[in-house]
Structures are given as C-alpha cells and as structure tokens.
C-alpha cells in the first residue's frame, strides 16, 4: 500500500469554494436583458484565448474595459454598468460545507492555497462579503501573474 505525504492542498474558487457563479451570471444577465444570442454572450465570459473573459481574468484588461464590450457586443445600454458586474459577482454562493472542510484541514496543519482564475474585483467583494481569504496560506490569482490558470508554468509559483 503506498502511503502519501500531503503538506499541502489547492482549491479553485468557482465551482469548488463557490458555486460556478459565472455560469449563473450568465444565465441572470441572458434572462435580465433579453439577450438571445446565447452563444455570444458565453464567449465573452470564456476563458478561451483573446475572448473578453480571459483577458479580465489575466488582468489584460480592466472590468470597465469588459463590460464595455460586452455591453457593446450585446447592444445593452452602457447605464446598468454596476447592476450587472453585481449579478455577476453575486452570483457565486458558498458550497455547504467548505468551510468546515477548511477549518479541518487547519487544525491538522495542511497548507491551503487558492489558485483561481477569477477576477480581481470579483475577489475583493467576495472577500469583503464572505472573509474566504482567512482559510488560506497564500493565493495564486492568474491577473496577479498575466496567465491564466490553465497555463502549466503559473505551477512554478507553487514549487
């Protein structure tokens, strides 16, 4: 039987931490304005290379900058600016049970770290509304590093 020394453990924030806001941020913003072309408005939030979402996410462009286009790809008027970066970020809820999993894994002395893809304004109010950060040794956020987290390299920060 091979026995394995865990130090240290890494959590994603959408979908692990929290739910998958983006996902039901889509969906919100999709029914809100009456948007019907789906697939566009997924590929703004995509992490895909050059689409808006990952330049956000890589800390290329500015959240001002995002939702300028994506307003403009979507032909939204650029007033609701604020409301719809709230549903965005509002959109990701805390899964049962996480942070009793976390104050666990400190108590039994395991490093934890966060290595996310999200965005920076995202990060800080859902710090300001949840205090997540408080569970976690360090963070690896890809705006802080220009990669994104798919990028097999942003690992070297880690070792």
Do not use: Q
Not at 37 to 43: D, H, S, V
Not at 96 to 118: A, D, P, V
Not at 145 to 159: E, P, V
């Amino acid at each position: 039987m091979t026995t394995y020394n865990i130090k240290t453990i890494v959590f994603d924030l959408g979908g692990v931490y929290f739910t998958p806001g983006s996902f039901l941020a889509i969906e919100k913003i999709k029914e809100i304005y009456d948007i019907e072309n789906e697939k566009l408005l997924r590929e703004i939030f995509s992490d895909k290379p050059n689409s808006e979402g990952y330049l956000l996410r890589r800390g290329l462009i500015t959240i001002d900058k995002f939702e300028e286009k994506l307003f403009s790809k979507l032909g939204i008027s650029i007033k609701e600016r604020k409301h719809t970066r709230y549903i965005w970020f509002g959109s990701y809820c805390i899964h049962y049970g996480i942070e009793e999993l976390l104050e666990t894994l400190k108590r039994n002395n395991y490093r934890l770290i966060i290595f996310s893809g999200n965005v920076r304004e995202c990060i800080e109010y859902l710090e300001k509304k949840c205090g997540f950060l408080k569970y976690f040794d360090d963070t690896v956020f890809s705006f802080d590093y220009n990669m994104n987290k798919n990028d097999i390299s942003l690992l070297d920060f880690f070792l």
